[in-house]
Nanobody, 121 residues
C-alpha cells in the first residue's frame, strides 16, 4: 500500500503564494504519474496539474502560468507552487499518485487526505 501525506495549505491573501508538498511512503515499485486535484465547496473534484515520470506536465486552463508542478522522484514527492492566488483557487487540494506497489501489480490511484487552501483578504 501507498500512503500520501500533503502539507503546505493555509490561508493566504489574494495575490499571494503557497507551496504544497505531497510525500508518498509505503510499497512503491513504479510511479506512472503524480498530480494535484482540488475540490471547492459544492463542486466536483477537478484536476489542477499532473506530471509523469518523464517530466511532462499538464495544467488546468485557469492555473496555467500561475501554478507549477514538480517532483523529486528520488523522494517520491510532488510539489505544487501556486502564485498569484485568487479567491477562485479556494478549495481542498488532494494529492494523487498512480503507482504500482509490486512488479506484478497494476497501476492504481492513491489519494491523500487533502489540504485546505483559502484565499481571502
Amino acid at each position: 500500500q501507498v500512503q500520501l501525506v500533503e502539507s503546505g495549505g493555509g490561508l493566504v491573501q489574494p495575490g499571494g503564494s503557497l507551496r504544497l508538498s505531497c510525500a508518498a511512503s509505503g510499497s512503491i515499485f513504479r510511479i506512472n504519474s503524480m498530480g494535484w486535484y482540488r475540490q471547492a465547496p459544492g463542486e466536483q473534484r477537478e484536476l489542477v496539474a499532473s506530471i509523469i515520470t518523464s517530466g511532462s506536465t499538464t495544467y488546468e486552463d485557469s492555473v496555467k502560468g500561475r501554478f507549477t508542478i514538480s517532483s523529486d522522484n528520488n523522494k517520491n514527492t510532488v510539489y505544487l507552487q501556486m502564485n498569484s492566488l485568487n479567491a477562485e483557487d479556494t478549495a481542498v487540494y488532494y494529492c494523487n499518485f498512480r503507482a504500482a506497489s509490486y512488479w506484478y501489480s497494476k497501476f492504481r490511484d492513491y489519494w491523500g487526505k487533502g489540504t485546505r487552501v483559502t484565499v481571502s483578504s
